[in-house]
Nanobody, 122 residues
Framework: QLQASGGGLVQAGGSLRLSCAAS????????MGWFRQAPGKERELIVAVRWFVCATYYADSVKGRFTIARDAAKDTVYLQMNSLKPEDTAVYYC?????????????????WGKGTQVTVSS
């Protein structure tokens, strides 16, 4: 089970930190991803991380502004979002899978968290 939280309303240029707490799964075994879906658009992968090899993928749209981190002791993954823009407005989802390919291709993902709404006003 994954539980995403931390969304809200923020002005452009502001920051938010999203959290994704895992329960009932061996957190260290899973690759993680953050996705978002804006109104009228398809869900897109914005960040993926392979913990075992410390490899991280960031979509161009968020590169340099968003950072993923984790607290293994709390089985929690964070998405620090800085310099937010109105186009970042979306519902954000975290996901976990033992296959990084599933995360990168957004297919057959083992676990999805419920979305958390992020709204960036101009």
């Amino acid at each position: 089970q994954l539980q995403a939280s931390g969304g809200g309303l923020v002005q452009a240029g502001g920051s938010l930190r999203l959290s994704c707490a895992a329960s009932g799964l061996t957190f260290a075994r899973y690759h993680m991803g953050w996705f978002r879906q804006a109104p009228g658009k398809e869900r897109e992968l914005i960040v993926a991380v392979r913990w075992f090899v410390c490899a991280t993928y960031y979509a161009d749209s968020v590169k340099g502004r968003f950072t993923i981190a984790r607290d293994a002791a709390k089985d929690t993954v964070y998405l620090q979002m800085n310099s937010l823009k109105p186009e970042d407005t979306a519902v954000y989802y975290c996901a976990a899978d033992t296959s990084i390919s599933n995360i990168l291709n957004s297919t057959d993902i083992d676990y999805w968290g419920k979305g958390t709404q992020v709204t960036v006003s101009s």
